[in-house]
Nanobody, 129 residues
Framework: QVQLVESGGGLAQAGGSLRLSCTGSGRTFSTSAVGWFRQGPGKERELVAAISWRGINTYYGSSVKGRFTISRDNGQNTVYLQMNNLEPEDTAVYSC??????????????????????WGPGTQVTVSS
């Protein structure tokens, strides 16, 4: 099983950028699709972006499409989330998780947190206006 740890969170101003990293350990990382989720104050957990195990297929939530980019470097066992043009509404705890099914490459609007496990502890992102 893969273990994941997030880093790169912090404070940013509206319109600014941050890059989050999700580093995995365990030999199954390179065969695991990875998703980035976030949960803001008083909000439900939301799938922000996901990437297939080889990095060919990606998925973005409607609220971040065009602003966030997910990528991965399996040689470094890391998945990145580049967040540009940040908005105060992006304030949340961001967590990464591995898809339960090995070699997963397909994501839809029906993809949810229940499809993932091996959750990292999360990293706080705060965007000021």
């Amino acid at each position: 099983q893969v273990q994941l740890v997030e880093s790169g969170g912090g404070l940013a101003q509206a319109g600014g950028s941050l890059r989050l990293s999700c580093t995995g350990s365990g030999r199954t990382f390179s065969t695991s699709a990875v998703g980035w989720f976030r949960q803001g104050p008083g909000k439900e957990r939301e799938l922000v972006a996901a990437i297939s195990w080889r990095g060919i297929n990606t998925y973005y939530g409607s609220s971040v499409k065009g602003r966030f980019t997910i990528s991965r470097d399996n040689g470094q066992n890391t998945v990145y989330l580049q967040m540009n043009n940040l908005e105060p509404e992006d304030t949340a705890v961001y967590s990464c998780a591995a898809h339960k099914i090995p070699h997963m490459a397909l994501f839809t609007t029906q993809t949810t947190a229940a499809d993932f496990d091996s959750w990292g502890p999360g990293t706080q992102v705060t965007v000021s206006s």
